[in-house]
């Protein structure tokens, strides 16, 4: 059973940090380039963050570089989100998504806010 589970997610003010985490099982996560996206409240779902199977290459949406850092532990089949200078229109609800050919799976999503 293929499990995408997102955890991190919470409150936070502007100018702060959080840490995605997005645990899988059920399929073999070293062969799967991993994806972070987001959504906001009547927006559509935005890529924010790119990383490939090996962990080398990595790329990332314009208004989130240099902020945000994708990183994979191919060992413990666990993807990472590291956000700082977190700001209110970071503000969403970001999803794990793993591709690999035409296998696409999806994580249930971990809600962000940022707000005084």
């Known amino acids: 059973q293929v499990q995408l589970v997102e955890s991190g997610g919470g409150l936070v003010q502007p100018g702060g940090s959080l840490r995605l985490s997005c645990a899988a099982s059920?399929?073999?996560?070293?062969?799967?380039?991993m994806r972070w996206y987001r959504q906001a409240p009547g927006k559509e779902r935005e890529l924010v963050a790119t990383?490939?199977?090996?962990?080398?290459?990595?790329s990332y949406a314009d208004s989130v570089k240099g902020r945000f850092t994708i990183s994979r532990d191919n060992a413990e089949n666990s993807v990472y989100l590291e956000m700082n200078s977190l700001k209110p229109e970071d503000t969403a609800v970001y999803y794990c998504?793993?591709?690999?050919?035409?296998?696409?799976?999806w994580g249930q999503g971990t809600q962000v806010t940022v707000s005084s």
């Open positions: 998504n793993a591709v690999f050919g035409v296998f696409d799976y």
């Open positions: 059920g399929f073999t996560f070293r062969r799967y380039g």
């Open positions: 990383i490939t199977n090996s962990g080398v290459g990595t």
